[in-house]
């Protein structure tokens, strides 16, 4: 099946730094979403990205579908954005959503 | 507008018993995909549900089971419950056609004792 990496596993931030975070898959993909886990374990679908740029607020999302990668940017980052970020792709003539282990982001005040 | 409910939130069974959890999906939504999350890792997938048919199976064995409703609610069904069956179980909708965003409940979290 298809292959998710996501980088870094974790990550540090002090209230209001940026940060990238990178999704790379193995395949071509039908789409590619980006999910926030709160320490709830709440999950948040942020993006539904399978190729351009898209904002919402201070997260922006990049997908390069012709070189399989995407990017997630957290723009001035608040202690809320804590928790774990997914990527998760949806190969060709597949229903199935296979995700990546995560990137566990926690923002210190 | 309600989105994706999930029961119960939390359940405690013991190995060998046999367990639903039901879903029901976000008003316009017509499609249901169920996922298992064992903790410190991401959700791995069971199985959709549309048009009240199971559509596609990830790979988990036949103890894991389900339905969908008219109404396009579903239930997950466990059968023969093991150890290794504790994890967040998550229910998620979407409308089927182009661009439509997966949206999750909650979670209903089982431990099997």
């Known amino acids: 099946g298809i292959q998710v990496e996501q980088s870094p596993p974790d990550l540090i931030l002090q209230e209001g730094a940026n940060s990238t975070l990178r999704c790379n898959f193995s395949?071509?993909?039908?789409?590619l979403q980006w999910f926030h886990q709160n320490p709830w374990g709440q999950l948040i679908n942020l993006f539904y990205?399978?190729?351009g740029t898209k904002q919402n607020g201070r997260l922006s999302a990049t997908t390069v579908a012709t070189e399989r990668y995407s990017l997630l940017y957290i723009s001035s980052s608040q202690t809320t954005d804590s928790g774990v970020y997914f990527c998760?792709?949806?190969?060709?003539?597949?229903?199935?959503?296979?995700f990546g282990a995560g990137t566990t982001v926690t923002v210190r005040a | 507008d309600a989105g994706v409910t999930q029961s119960p939130t939390h359940l405690i069974k013991t190995r060998g018993q046999q367990v639903t959890l039901r879903c029901s999906p976000k008003?316009?939504?017509?499609?249901v995909s169920w996922y298992q999350q064992a903790l410190g890792q991401g959700p791995q997938f069971i199985f959709q549900?549309?048009?009240?048919?199971?559509?596609q199976r990830g790979n988990f064995p036949d103890r894991f089971s389900g339905h969908q409703f008219p109404n396009y609610s579903s239930e997950l069904n466990v059968n023969a419950l093991l150890l290794g069956d504790s994890a967040l179980y998550l229910c998620?909708?979407?409308?089927?056609?182009?661009?439509?965003?997966?949206?999750f409940g909650n979670g209903t979290r089982l431990t099997v004792t």
């Open positions: 998620a909708s979407s409308s089927q056609g182009l661009n439509s965003p997966l949206h």
């Open positions: 395949d071509s993909v039908n789409n």
């Open positions: 990205i399978p190729s």
């Open positions: 998760a792709v949806e190969p060709y003539n597949d229903y199935k959503l296979s």
């Open positions: 008003s316009g939504h017509d499609t």
């Open positions: 549900y549309y048009e009240e048919e199971e559509r």
